[in-house]
């Protein structure tokens, strides 16, 4: 296997995954800041042109970081960050769709057409009207997940999983772009600190940098 990685949310979900798992794969680092990852060799493997992209043993190129952490945990299934059990599956599976519906995805899209603007316009559309409708909407979403989460040690209970790392990722990249993680939100200001606690949240932040 063969990690293709950025800066960036999605990329770092992934690298906090495979330290959680103490997995090591061989990682390429695509500098999207310089828009290498708009360049024909790299549409060639990824025709969306986006990060992260895992080369897996076969030589299919899989993309979006949730579907590659479900890749990795069949090939590494200890320990179980979506679940040993159909059900355990399910419940991750469920919380990682609601993410994806109601915070990853206003979230970045607001990021697009707002602060993230100069870099995007010429690559993809972005929707600047749209832009603080969208913040208000992933606000309205981590709201929804800081009743969810209630006074429960993780998203689905007491299993740290694939949703924890989704939503960490993207709020502590939410924090770097004009869009914190509400102070008045307490019980996730108290799930994220001790999410930050896990030495997978550090060394995913190095390792985002392509020289750890």
Known sequence: MKLYQS????????????EEKGAVIDRAFVDIMKGENR????????P??????LEMDDGTHLSESTAICAYIEEKFPAPPL????AEERAVTNMLVRRLDY?????MTTAFRGAEGLPMFKNRMRCLPEAADGLKASARDG?????ALIGDKTWLAGERFTLADILLYCLTEFGKQVGQPLPEELANLQ???ARVA???????????????A
């Open 7 to 18: 800066i960036g949310p999605n990329p770092r979900v992934v690298l906090m995954f495979l």
């Open 39 to 46: 360049q024909p060799d790299f549409v060639a493997l990824n």
């Open 48 to 53: 969306f042109g986006q990060l992260p992209l």
């Open 82 to 85: 979506i679940g040993s059990t």
């Open 102 to 106: 109601d915070v990853v995805a206003p």
């Open 142 to 146: 981590l709201a929804a997940f800081d």
């Open 190 to 192: 108290a799930w994220s």
């Open 197 to 211: 606690a896990r030495p997978s949240a550090t060394a995913s932040l190095n390792a985002q940098t392509g020289i």
